[in-house]
């Protein structure tokens, strides 16, 4: 997959011009509430974004950011936080977790790889910080849309404060759970990370989860 586009927001002026991306497609586009907008330098930058655990990242075409997410690096002090993820998976340490967040879209970039790429570099951050399991929350019915690239349901939804419904999604970046749901990511994967022990614990646990549900989408197509 070609990433020439994708940068990490590495500066003040960086983190700016994702601020003021995300503002005008969450809060201007979407017409959501978000707690730390800033309605008058029309801009979203959260704490969140300058703590040293997380990393925010973004494309840029011709000038313009187009799309953006965080990834967040958990630690012990997540646990209260994630509730419902590490009750299910009460196994898996905080310190084999990350949580992508603030995941956004140009409309113009919606259909063509944004995503797959934004999810891409997740992967590879995961392989980089050495995690090998990873949590979003999206709206329900974006749910196909995250089966598609190998995300399932783990848990029920619920209603945030902020964003309204939501759905609990994980994803297992290791190379049994991608192939089992015929992504090609996998073989990538394996080119650079052996499976962790946790990999039949989480399939397992999923399986909980999902019986009598229908099956998986099949994840589409991560790398060019």
Not at 151 to 171: F, H, K, R, S
């Amino acid at each position: 997959m070609d990433m020439h586009d994708v940068r990490v927001v590495v500066t003040p002026d960086d983190l700016a011009r994702v601020g003021a991306f995300r503002y005008r497609i969450y809060v201007e586009e979407q017409g959501k509430h978000a707690a730390h907008a800033d309605h008058v330098a029309r801009t979203l930058i959260e704490p969140l974004d300058h703590t040293a655990s997380s990393i925010v990242y973004y494309i840029e075409r011709e000038g313009a950011v187009v799309a953006t997410m965080r990834a967040e690096f958990l630690d012990d002090d997540a646990r209260a936080r994630h509730a419902a993820a590490f009750d299910t998976f009460d196994f898996m340490p905080p310190s084999q977790v990350m949580h992508f967040t603030r995941l956004m879209v140009a409309p113009s970039a919606r259909s063509a790889d944004a995503t797959p790429k934004l999810l891409f570099l997740g992967f590879a951050l995961a392989v980089l910080k050495d995690r090998c399991f990873g949590l979003l929350s999206c709206k329900p019915e974006l749910v196909p849309v995250f089966e598609r690239y190998a995300c399932l349901q783990y848990a029920e939804g619920y209603i945030d404060t902020e964003c309204g419904a939501q759905v609990p999604m994980a994803i297992l970046g290791e190379t049994h759970y991608l192939r089992e749901r015929a992504a090609p990511l996998a073989d990538w994967l394996a080119d650079h990370r052996a499976d962790s022990p946790y990999t039949q614990h989480v399939l397992e646990r999923i399986a909980r989860f999902h019986a009598g549900r229908p099956r998986a989408r099949p994840a589409c197509r991560l790398v060019a």
